[in-house]
């Protein structure tokens, strides 16, 4: 499957929120994996083609606001990301001190 064939069949099938198209329906009809589709979406998303999403699959945008929808779910995504991210940062500090005390050539360690 090519992009634009993905692109073209969202803007002729799935315009706008109310007609969007799971996932599974998608990977049903061009023959490709979960990660396939997440892939050409985000291809086709840097290439600035409108393919928006909600809890109802994805849909080929008819309005600005359903691209400004995606953005905003995409950017609380990558807030919740980050913020797990730092988190695990804060969690090797355990390990880095874990990995001092058995280095430690005075210390218990072996």
Do not use: W
């Not at 589709?37 to 985000?42: E, F, I």
């Amino acid at each position: 499957m090519e992009d634009k064939q993905l692109a073209e069949h969202l803007r002729q099938y799935h315009l706008g929120e109310a007609n969007a198209a799971t996932s599974k329906e998608l990977e049903t009809a061009f023959s490709i994996g979960g990660k396939g589709l997440r892939d050409a979406v985000n291809r086709l998303r840097r290439d600035g083609v409108p393919i928006a999403s909600s809890s109802s699959g994805y849909f080929y945008a008819a309005a600005d606001h359903e691209v400004r929808a995606t953005i905003a779910h995409m950017t609380h995504r990558i807030s919740g990301i980050s913020a797990a991210t730092r988190g695990l940062k804060k969690s090797l500090a355990r390990f880095d001190t874990a990995q001092l005390r058995i280095r430690d050539p005075g210390g218990d360690g072996p």
